[in-house]
């Protein structure tokens, strides 16, 4: 990475936000649903899969609850109707884990229950430690119910996750990922190796307590380490799939589907896209760094 590239990812919260919007069509499929059900007759089209996610997080009202709840609700409800491979991604902040754990619980229990009766899955996204603890607790809980249509996620970054694999019921579902989130080094690897140690050594793990994987990553050398166990274990199919990011390493994406393995794209819509926005350029400074050249008028 330059440093021209890291000043640039440093400096987006001062960009004004018709920049931004222009650089994030990239990564979000627009403000309402329908722009997102473009995009995912587009990737099913190439015989991808997706999973979409209602942008918004840390929601303080319960009213605001309320209004992610009814957009998820549609969105199931639409995927059924145009029977689009699609299954829906969740944070829990969003529907009310900061506000009352019980009363986040029972909304994803509504949410998981009406995607069962559509034939559709929930994937419980992971946000940062602060929520690990409740995040995997409303999980098991669900899973205790007789849920099987859930899935959670697991961060490779974090210190504490090999435990919590061992802790997860049989028969679970797991996106496992390296993590996103700024955490303090008593909480989380620094090290970028060693996060890529991290990943590989839990994915293993994962695959020997024979759960389904969605192996969530763009970076190559974690590709070719998934492979190689995959075919030296010689996994079938239905056990495992990878994930991308809508816009992110679209050669590397085209390379695994053409090897004929499962992929699943990850694609988030709404109004909140300026903060999701800031934070997968801040996570890719040579993107950001590339489209200010490209408006510049500079070469890379």
């Not at 909304?107 to 998981?112: C, D, K, P, Q």
């Not at 229950?113 to 690990?132: H, K, P, Q, Y």
């Not at 019921?169 to 991290?198: F, H, M, Q, T, W």
Request: glycine share 8%; net charge positive; proline share 3%.
């Amino acid at each position: 990475m330059s440093l021209f590239d890291s000043l640039v990812a440093r400096s987006l919260p001062f960009v004004p936000r018709p920049i931004v919007g222009g650089v994030a069509r990239r990564y979000i499929a627009g403000e309402g649903l329908d722009d997102a059900v473009r995009v995912l007759r587009g990737l099913n089209g190439k015989g991808l899969l997706a999973t979409l996610d209602v942008l918004g997080e840390e929601v303080r009202r319960r009213d605001l609850a309320d209004l992610a709840m009814a957009e998820y609700r549609g969105a199931l409800r639409r995927l059924r109707d145009e029977r689009l491979q699609s299954n829906i991604s969740v944070k829990l902040t969003q529907l009310g884990l900061k506000l009352d754990t019980g009363f986040c619980l029972e909304n994803l229990r509504a949410l998981t229950a009406e995607a069962r009766t559509l034939g559709n899955f929930v994937r419980i996204d992971m946000e940062d430690s602060s929520c690990t603890d409740a995040t995997l607790e409303i999980y098991r809980r669900l899973r205790h119910e007789g849920f099987e249509n859930v899935g959670v996620v697991l961060q490779a970054c974090l210190r504490r996750t090999a435990a919590d694999l061992r802790a997860l019921p049989d028969g679970s579902n797991v996106r496992l990922c390296k993590g996103i989130y700024l955490e303090p080094r008593s909480i989380a690897y620094r090290d970028r190796e060693i996060v890529r140690k991290n990943f590989a050594r839990l994915l293993e793990a994962l695959f020997d307590r024979r759960f389904f994987v969605g192996i969530a990553t763009h970076d190559e050398w974690l590709v070719w380490e998934a492979c190689r166990l995959i075919e030296d274990r010689r996994l079938p199919g239905d056990r495992l799939e990878f994930q991308m990011l809508l816009g992110v390493e679209e050669g590397l994406r085209q390379i695994i589907a053409g090897q004929g393995h499962r992929l699943r794209v990850y694609v988030p819509y709404g109004s909140h896209w300026y903060a999701y926005s800031l934070r997968r350029l801040k996570e890719n400074p040579h993107i950001a760094g590339h489209v200010l050249r490209g408006m510049l008028g500079r070469k890379s």
